[in-house]
């Protein structure tokens, strides 16, 4: 009889720990997450007027000394703000990234009600421009950042390497990554994961990058390894998502 109890008493141990294994997963990845580098503010500087002459004796970004770690106060808001995953918001990684790093150059912080306001007014111009909403290229996405946030100057950078993405970083730029979603293998994505996504490095440790990811609403300050983010970097592709170029997005301020 006290054996038949034991029993009984693990086996509903054993149904609780089931019933509640995606909650004590995301417990334990929060309280095993490491302590990242302090944030870095951003700061509107006016335009580099320098001479050629003297950019040539001061060295640009790529004579710097990469810090072994540096992270950018950057803001986050999921892609469904309102944990609605409707159509709309489900296909709104291109969205939200672009968003992210808007709100980051313009010093402001985001609310589930605006991010969710301003996801919908990109969406609607999106089908106005584009004729619909769905997955956009990285060219598209750029044309997008160009025409509706109203920046000038957006660069695609193909093949990057990983001292690249790390030099953007500490010009104080965040870099936008198209990825094959299911390729990041992030815990908190809905299974199976997205096919295409998109999510902005805002930083990085000894070896990894630290992402504001909207895919999930445990996105902010997502790690990755880099070899993680280097595989998974793909451009949309309409026939096979692991056959997409290689390519970064970099809006400038």
């Known amino acids: 009889m006290k054996?038949?109890?034991?029993?009984?008493i693990l086996l509903i141990i054993l149904a609780g720990l089931f019933s509640y294994r995606?909650?004590?997963?995301?417990?334990?990845?929060?309280?095993?997450?490491?302590?990242?580098?302090e944030v870095v503010?951003?700061?509107?500087?006016?335009?580099?007027?320098?001479?050629?002459?003297?950019?040539?004796?001061?060295?640009?970004?790529?004579?710097?000394?990469?810090p072994e770690s540096y992270n950018l106060a950057v803001p986050f808001t999921p892609q469904a703000p309102l944990a609605d995953w409707n159509e709309t918001f489900k296909e709104a990684c291109e969205e939200a990234a672009a968003l992210i790093v808007?709100?980051?150059y313009q010093n402001k912080e985001f609310t589930p009600q605006l991010a969710t306001e301003e996801?919908?007014?990109?969406?609607?111009?999106?089908?106005n421009y584009f004729g619909g909403h769905y997955d956009l290229t990285a060219e598209e996405t750029k044309e997008m950042i160009q025409k509706y946030l109203s920046y000038e100057r957006v660069e695609i950078i193909e093949n990057p390497s990983v001292d690249e993405i790390k030099r953007q970083?500490?010009?104080?730029?965040?870099?936008?990554?198209?990825?094959?979603?299911?390729?990041?293998?992030?815990?908190?994505?809905?299974?199976?994961?997205?096919?295409?996504?998109?999510?902005?490095i805002k930083g990085y440790t000894k070896d990894k990058f630290i992402t504001n990811?909207?895919?999930?609403?445990?996105?902010?300050?997502?790690?990755?390894?880099?070899?993680?983010?280097?595989?998974?970097?793909?451009?949309?592709?309409?026939?096979?998502?692991?056959?997409?170029?290689?390519?970064?997005?970099?809006?400038?301020?």
């Not at 995606?22 to 990242?36: A, F, G, Q, S």
């Open 41 to 66: 503010e951003y700061e509107l500087v006016e335009k580099e007027t320098a001479k050629p002459e003297i950019k040539e004796k001061t060295g640009g970004a790529e004579n710097k000394a990469l």
């Open 119 to 127: 996801i919908i007014k990109m969406v609607d111009w999106q089908k």
């Open 169 to 200: 970083l500490i010009e104080k730029r965040p870099v936008i990554v198209p990825a094959a979603g299911r390729e990041l293998g992030n815990p908190y994505f809905q299974t199976p994961g997205p096919i295409y996504h998109m999510l902005v």
């Open 102 to 104: 808007h709100y980051y």
């Open 3 to 8: 054996k038949a109890f034991t029993i009984l």
């Open 213 to 253: 990811d909207p895919g999930t609403k445990r996105g902010e300050d997502f790690l990755y390894n880099y070899d993680t983010i280097m595989a998974a970097m793909h451009d949309w592709n309409a026939t096979d998502i692991n056959l997409g170029a290689k390519k970064v997005i970099v809006i400038y301020p």
């Open 22 to 37: 995606v909650e004590i997963r995301n417990y334990w990845l929060e309280m095993t997450k490491p302590d990242l580098p």
